[in-house]
């Protein structure tokens, strides 16, 4: 069993930054990937980003692309997502996740957090 927990949500004006974490505890060890997916109200959950286990991938959604900065810290068991230039459709919350076998980084993941608001006014 994974346990995940994240933090770092808040409100914040469009344009500012905010850093989440998600850290896992349990059976922390040989897992695929984790990533971020978010959902707004009335909407469906939608992937964010992902990072391999090694750190050596990263995936992002257009819509996060260049703004969004996904990294890993094993020796922490955290994963942290950097999101500057927030706008106002990034408000949603935000789930941390954990995929325990591969392929692919989008989807079919096995363990997730209880999420994490972020508000972003216009």
């Known amino acids: 069993q994974v346990q995940l927990v994240e933090s770092g949500g808040g409100m914040v004006q469009a344009g500012a930054s905010l850093r989440l974490s998600c850290v896992a505890s349990?059976?922390?060890?040989?897992?695929?990937?984790w990533g971020w997916f978010r959902q707004a109200p009335g909407k469906e959950r939608e992937f964010v980003s992902a990072i391999s286990w090694s750190g050596g991938s990263t995936y992002y959604a257009d819509s996060v692309q260049g703004r969004f900065t996904i990294t890993n810290d094993n020796a922490k068991n955290t994963m942290y997502l950097q999101m500057n230039n927030l706008k106002p459709e990034d408000t949603a919350v935000y789930y941390c996740a954990r995929k325990m076998t591969g392929p692919g980084p989008t989807a079919d993941y096995d363990y997730w957090g209880q999420g994490t608001q972020v508000t972003v006014a216009s």
């Open positions: 349990g059976r922390t060890f040989g897992y695929y990937a």
